[in-house]
């Protein structure tokens, strides 16, 4: 008995059953598969209104959790207007919700989440994005990585509490319409390329506990002000390259470190605040292209000589900063 037990579970466990309906609220109709003893979503075209897509499924006296939405599943569903992703799934494959264009609520990738895919979200409504997963990764390794690119309305992205690790390229070129991203306190890295290309980008929450800007994480963007807290220690490789609206930048006392490229094409630069008493390392090109000439730099008062003779500022306007210039 036993061992015909063991064949059964055996045999479930790589069981992948033909594609069948699942009826949920409001009679919503999902088709669903199982493999390897857990459920995937394999379609809802015809789903209306809004979606709360179930944590399990059952099938033939057995219950599976959902942990995928497979490629293309809701791909240009026009009725869709919200939809609410469980605790347990852990892969938005591409296409899943794109071109969505009535999908207009807030969208929020559980703490679960583990990957996304291409164009996951492209072209559809959603106006803001809670991102809840720390170690969600993109599913494209390869090509771009557009998970929410053409997102029309996406003007908000919220990093939770819970979040202590970006999944890098998240929102790379996300939208033309991206304004606002608010990270929490738990954060120390903003990763790599996650902030590339959002052209209207305005205003950025940034954590306290910040140590890291990450390699192009706002490379192109629309920023025009930025004010790094005092913790962060390191401006990686091309973080704010081509920030051509980026106006006035302010770097904490602690930075220790500007990578290459890391400044460079920045040719609306008015105002470069380092609180630094020492000159922090930079690369030959952190300001590639970047006219130094053209904007003023402000160090603490009793370290102008010392940027002033330091071969990565002294061609620049160093000017005493003032102690009554607070960050804000």
């Known amino acids: ?55 399990k499924i059952s099938k ?39 071109s969505c264009t009535n999908l207009r ?42 998970d929410f690119a053409g997102c029309f309305a996406l003007k908000t992205v919220i990093v939770d509490k819970t979040v202590d690790t970006l999944c890098p390229f998240l929102f790379e070129s996300s939208s033309d319409a991206l304004e606002n991203v608010y990270f929490p306190d738990t954060l120390d890295k903003i990763a790599k390329s996650f902030l590339a290309y959002s052209h209207k980008l305005k205003n950025v929450r940034f954590p306290k506990t910040l140590n890291t800007v990450g390699s192009s994480a706002f490379f192109a963007s629309g920023i025009e002000r930025v004010v790094l807290p005092n913790s962060v220690r390191q401006i990686e490789s091309y973080a704010f390259r081509l920030c051509w609206q980026l106006r006035y ?55 102008v000589d010392l940027y002033k003779k330091n071969k990565h500022f002294s061609a620049m306007n160093i000017q005493p900063l003032q102690k009554e210039t607070k960050k804000n």
């Open 1 to 55: 008995m036993l061992f015909l037990a063991g064949v059964f579970i055996n045999n479930l466990i790589h069981y992948t059953s033909e594609v069948f309906d699942v009826k949920i609220a409001d009679n919503q109709v999902l088709k669903c598969r199982i493999v390897d003893s857990q459920a995937v979503i394999v379609s809802g075209q015809d789903v209306k209104g809004e979606l709360i897509i179930p944590q």
């Open 105 to 146: 609520d807030t969208v929020t990738l559980p703490v679960s989440l583990l990957g996304i895919g291409n164009y996951a979200f492209g072209g559809s409504a959603v106006g803001c994005v809670v991102v809840k997963s720390a170690y969600c990764h993109s599913l494209d390794t390869i090509n771009y990585h557009d």
């Open 249 to 303: 930048l302010d770097i904490g006392e602690n930075i220790e470190n500007i990578s290459e490229l890391a400044l460079a094409d920045m040719n609306v630069l008015d105002t470069l605040i380092i609180r630094n008493k020492k000159p922090p390392v930079c690369a030959d090109n952190t300001f590639f292209v970047t006219d130094t000439h053209s904007f003023r730099v402000f160090v603490p008062a009793e370290s």
């Open 60 to 98: 033939s006296l057995f219950t599976f959790p959902v942990v995928s939405i497979e490629p293309g599943a809701f791909e240009n569903n026009k009725q869709l207007t919200k939809v609410v992703l469980p605790e347990g799934l852990q892969y938005i494959k591409y296409n899943a919700f794109a």
